[in-house]
């Protein structure tokens, strides 16, 4: 089954102690993505890469890393949280075609649910 | 940033009437999609439209888009309980990013 894979579901921490969110996909995309919700703010995009060894920034990137040693894996670090990276995590993923004008849709993992305390 | 802006920002329907919501988005785009999310779970996409198309259907969904104006509709027909979630619309600038507004919360009531 395709699907993207996000572990933990649920994670709670304290400040500064650092945690890695994992993400996997079985689908070969060389896309994928980082998105943190917040109430009433929508998805908000935190890093994205676009193949192996290749990641930018999104709109909120600041107190996370990413890394891309592998297409099927695209882990989140925080270093050192912060109650403010209190949210709801989502990986996803996609086939894109950077010569393409159109981009296939994203697949979501269901979600990790981080709280810091 | 967020480029796409969902109205309203909540709606609450009987079952069988018909829901329609609203985006708009202030750049242009190469495509616009619609996504549903059911409690807290992943996003799942449900219908894309192209910048050069003007409607879309996919079973009870029909998407319009209107680049002059810079907004999209999403009619979901006959809706039923299952139908309750979120509804997100999400603009591709082409420019590696997918950009999400906030939400509409649909409740179907039985």
């Known amino acids: 089954e395709a699907q993207v894979t996000q572990n933990p579901r649920y994670l709670i921490t304290v400040t500064g102690k650092k945690l890695t969110v994992t993400c996997s996909q079985n689908?070969?995309?060389?896309?994928m993505s980082w998105y943190r919700q917040d109430p009433g703010l929508g998805l908000r995009q935190i890093y994205y890469s676009m193949n192996v060894e290749v990641t930018d920034k999104g709109d909120v990137p600041e107190g996370y890393k990413v890394s891309r040693k592998e297409k099927r894996n695209f882990p989140l670090i925080l270093e050192s949280p912060s109650p403010n990276q209190t949210s709801l995590y989502f990986c996803?993923?996609?086939?894109?075609?950077?010569?393409?004008?159109?981009?296939?849709?994203?697949?979501f993992g269901n979600g990790t649910r981080l709280t810091v305390t | 940033s967020q480029q796409g802006e969902e109205d309203p920002q909540a709606l609450s329907i009987q079952e069988g009437e018909n829901a329609t919501m609203n985006c708009s988005y202030k750049t242009s785009i190469n495509n616009l999609q619609w996504y549903r999310q059911n409690s807290g779970r992943g996003l799942v996409h449900l219908i894309l439209?192209?910048?050069?198309?003007r409607e879309k259907h996919s079973g009870r969904l029909r998407v319009t888009l209107d680049t002059s104006k810079k907004s999209s509709s999403l009619l979901i027909t006959a809706s039923r309980a299952a139908d309750t979630a979120s509804y997100f619309c999400?603009?591709?600038?082409?420019?590696?990013?997918?950009?999400f507004g906030a939400g509409t919360t649909v409740t179907v009531r039985a």
């Open positions: 689908m070969n995309h060389e896309y």
């Open positions: 996803a993923s996609s086939s894109r075609n950077p010569l393409s004008s159109y981009n296939s849709p994203l697949h």
């Open positions: 439209i192209r910048s050069n198309e």
């Open positions: 999400a603009t591709d600038a082409g420019d590696y990013k997918l950009s």
